[in-house]
């Protein structure tokens, strides 16, 4: 498709978009008097106006069953995660049973380490990308000092080639194959926050268990933003928010997968709480554990009915539209923001680089160099919402559920203003 930087071009491409209807179904914040222009759906996704009748539901429940509501509320709230497992699966290329929802991201990845990370004398290291997430590096090292090791001798990161903005997959299979038979874990993010790369989570997958450790992903960037198989891909465990792309509320539940090789395994350690026991022993309060054949064996507690209630109105809506129409539009909307930040590019002084390779999602990246935070502050005060890392990176995500190409055409024109008007 040839791009225009027209106002006429993009809402043409908005005319024949088939999800641009959705736009409508989610609050849009407010500036000058107009819906912002929101690119950071990779932080905090909008909120689905559908989302407020499924928690209105819980709070009518509570209200009027009290803790009757556990058995006879609309939708009981003893087996109310149950109702998400179908969607989250779907989304992240699983089988039901093998997903659950349970506490928030951190929590979840320190807790299936408990089962993953089990270092002996010779396997011990660990393997993720340089300059990870920082819970995800807090993570590693705590877990790292807990069963006695330093960090620096156990965690191994892969680092980025000199002068390049991206991890080789090449270079992730050769340290794995190089730490082989020490290796214990490969814990990544499937989808760089930064630089919004998409590693070849099947390539690295396959390369972990063959050098004999476990694989495990934190989706945080990835779920709702690219096409996951986890099953098939074969990684044992992975966990990701909900709260970004996947527009379920700030700091809402987690999702974690636990590949279905590990859920018939007695012998699994693994920190346990009534909610993963068979619910048809539950409330008989025996002393001895009965795991769920699922990975809701790795529930603790009763859930946060109240969180899940947005969590699955979201999923519901995910369900109705299916990642392949989303990951259509995303490649087009991506790449028509990508053309017209170079035509602002040919029209300024200040020069862009995009620094996310091919492999990406929602996200671009962008070096704005001769800029600084001041343009950042004009974006946000003429209503473009995006996300500002030292010194001069841009984050940009324009969430299919939601963006526009209007959107991109006329975030070109205030980024062309702000640096015009300097
Ligand atoms: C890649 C990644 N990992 C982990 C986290 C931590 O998430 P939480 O605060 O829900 O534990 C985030 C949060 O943004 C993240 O982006």
């Given at each position: ?14 005319a024949a978009d088939q999800l641009s209807k959705y736009r409508q179904g989610f609050h849009f914040p407010q500036v000058n008097g107009r819906d912002v222009i ?292 995303q490649r087009i909307i991506v790449a028509y923001l990508e053309f017209v930040l170079h035509e602002i590019d040919k029209q300024v002084d200040s020069t862009f ?70």
């Amino acid at each position: 498709m040839t791009f225009q930087n027209t106002l006429e071009f993009a809402q043409q491409l908005d005319a024949a978009d088939q999800l641009s209807k959705y736009r409508q179904g989610f609050h849009f914040p407010q500036v000058n008097g107009r819906d912002v222009i929101y690119f950071t759906g990779n932080s905090l996704g909008l909120q689905p106006k559908r989302t407020q009748a499924y928690v209105d539901e819980v709070m009518k429940d509570w209200r009027e069953l009290a803790v009757e509501g556990h058995f006879y509320a609309e939708k009981p709230w003893w087996d109310y995660h149950e109702r998400l497992a179908k969607g989250m699966a779907k989304v992240v290329g699983a089988r039901p049973k093998e997903v659950s929802v349970m506490n928030t991201l951190t929590v979840n990845l320190h807790l299936l380490m408990v089962s993953f990370y089990r270092p002996t004398a010779k396997r011990f290291k660990i393997i993720c990308e340089e300059k990870a997430f920082p819970s995800d590096q807090y993570i590693l090292q705590s877990q790292a000092r807990f069963h006695g090791w330093d960090p620096k001798e156990a965690i191994v990161e892969v680092k980025k080639r000199d002068g390049e903005h991206a991890w080789r997959t090449e270079d992730i299979v050769a340290k794995i194959n190089e730490v082989g038979d020490e290796l214990a874990l490969v814990l990544m993010g499937g989808v760089n926050y930064y630089n919004g790369q998409v590693l070849d989570m099947q390539a690295i997958t396959a390369a972990g268990k063959a050098a004999g450790a476990f694989v495990g992903w934190d989706l945080a960037h990835a779920v709702g933003n690219v096409k996951l198989q986890l099953h098939d891909w074969g990684a044992d465990f992975a966990a990701w928010c909900s709260y970004k792309y996947m527009n379920s509320g700030p700091g809402n539940a987690s999702g974690i997968f636990v590949h279905e090789r590990h859920l018939d395994k007695e012998d699994i350690p693994r920190f346990e709480g009534w909610w993963g026991n068979k619910k048809e022993t539950r409330f008989l309060m025996k002393p001895e554990f009965d795991p769920i054949a699922s990975a809701d064996a790795w529930q603790l507690s009763n859930p946060p009915i109240l969180s899940l209630a947005p969590y699955l109105a979201s999923l519901e809506l995910f369900d109705e539209v299916g990642m392949d129409a989303l990951i259509e539009k995303q490649r087009i909307i991506v790449a028509y923001l990508e053309f017209v930040l170079h035509e602002i590019d040919k029209q300024v002084d200040s020069t862009f680089e995009i620094i996310t390779p091919a492999e990406r999602g929602c996200q671009l990246s962008v070096f704005l160099h001769g800029e600084g935070r001041a343009l950042f502050d004009y974006l946000m005060k003429q209503g473009v919402i995006t996300d500002w890392r030292e010194p001069n990176v841009i984050r940009l995500a324009p969430a299919p559920f939601y963006c526009s190409y209007e959107d991109m055409y006329r975030f070109g024109q205030i980024l062309k203003q702000g640096i015009l008007n300097k």
